[in-house]
């Protein structure tokens, strides 16, 4: 048995056999030991090669499959990656933004804000999450998007990139919008109501009241505050 080996390690074994008697000789298993040694990185370097593209076929499903955004702008605010992801999400293909700023994609109205992003990620170099912003897709609409990112060095220490995970956060916004206008709506309804209304949490303190209920309770509308610390209790028998 011969050993193969990349450096100190043993990758395999190579069997020699043979029925004549004495055919090895110290010269021949010499030279089948350099070939076991050639034949070791070999196999050495293609097993590293396997792992290397399992791990990118890996990396590649995420990067296709993946619901977010990722994308890397360097210190001028250009992109210099963005993943397959911005195609089925905003319409962009990769390849045409590429190498182009981020800026025609972004409201104007947001734009300040995600320059002073960048300033700061550039200045202090550590990850943070950005503001809301709003992104222009291929269908012609602004769909709100929120970021998290994070600074890349270089060798020298010294802010080179911007590495970025992003989701369209338009239903959600949308949903929050409604939330409030629906709340708007029911507190201006109980405002106005000539009947008294109050809501007390589980402790029995009063935490709201329209204006109905303040009269009938004694408390001017400038005394809502006091009255929002006392206890429902106080006003039964």
Same mark, same amino acid.
Request: net charge negative.
């Given at each position: 048995?011969?050993?193969?080996?990349?450096?100190?390690?043993?990758?395999?074994? /190579?069997?020699?056999?043979?029925?004549?008697?004495?055919?090895?000789?110290?010269?021949?298993?010499?030279?089948?030991?350099?070939?076991?040694?050639?034949?070791?990185?070999?196999?050495?370097?293609?097993?590293?090669?396997?792992?290397?593209?399992?791990?990118?076929?890996?990396?590649?499903?995420?990067?296709?499959?993946?619901?977010?955004?990722?994308?890397?702008?360097?210190?001028?605010?250009?992109?210099?990656?963005?993943?397959?992801?911005?195609?089925?999400?905003?319409?962009?293909?990769?390849?045409?933004?590429?190498?182009?700023?981020? /800026?025609?994609?972004?409201?104007?109205?947001?734009?300040?804000?995600?320059?002073?992003? /960048?300033?700061?990620?550039?200045?202090?170099?550590?990850?943070?999450?950005?503001?809301?912003?709003?992104? /222009?897709?291929?269908?012609?609409?602004?769909?709100?998007?929120?970021?998290?990112?994070?600074?890349?060095?270089?060798?020298?220490?010294?802010?080179?990139?911007?590495?970025?995970?992003?989701?369209?956060?338009?239903?959600?916004?949308?949903?929050?919008?409604?939330?409030?206008?629906?709340?708007?709506?029911?507190?201006?309804?109980?405002?106005?109501?000539?009947?008294?209304? #109050?809501?007390?949490?589980?402790?029995?303190?009063?935490?709201?009241?329209?204006?109905?209920?303040?009269?009938?309770?004694?408390?001017?509308?400038?005394?809502?505050?006091?009255?929002?610390?006392?206890?429902?209790?106080? #006003?039964?028998?």
């Amino acid at each position: 048995l011969i050993p193969l080996r990349s450096g100190e390690e043993m990758v395999g074994l /190579l069997q020699l056999n043979s029925f004549r008697e004495n055919m090895f000789e110290s010269g021949l298993i010499s030279f089948f030991e350099n070939v076991g040694l050639t034949l070791g990185i070999a196999l050495k370097r293609r097993r590293i090669e396997e792992v290397v593209r399992e791990s990118e076929a890996k990396y590649r499903l995420l990067l296709d499959h993946s619901s977010d955004l990722i994308w890397n702008l360097n210190t001028e605010g250009i992109f210099t990656y963005l993943s397959p992801s911005w195609e089925r999400i905003t319409g962009h293909k990769p390849s045409s933004l590429l190498h182009t700023s981020f /800026l025609p994609l972004v409201h104007p109205e947001d734009a300040a804000a995600c320059l002073s992003y /960048l300033q700061t990620m550039v200045e202090g170099q550590i990850a943070q999450r950005s503001a809301e912003y709003r992104v /222009l897709h291929t269908d012609g609409a602004w769909h709100w998007h929120a970021a998290n990112a994070t600074p890349v060095a270089g060798p020298d220490g010294a802010y080179v990139s911007m590495v970025g995970v992003s989701r369209d956060i338009t239903t959600h916004k949308q949903a929050e919008d409604a939330l409030r206008e629906s709340e708007e709506k029911y507190r201006s309804i109980l405002e106005n109501m000539t009947e008294g209304y #109050f809501e007390s949490d589980t402790r029995g303190y009063i935490i709201f009241a329209n204006d109905a209920a303040l009269t009938m309770m004694g408390y001017a509308p400038h005394e809502r505050e006091i009255l929002y610390r006392t206890p429902y209790r106080n #006003f039964t028998t």
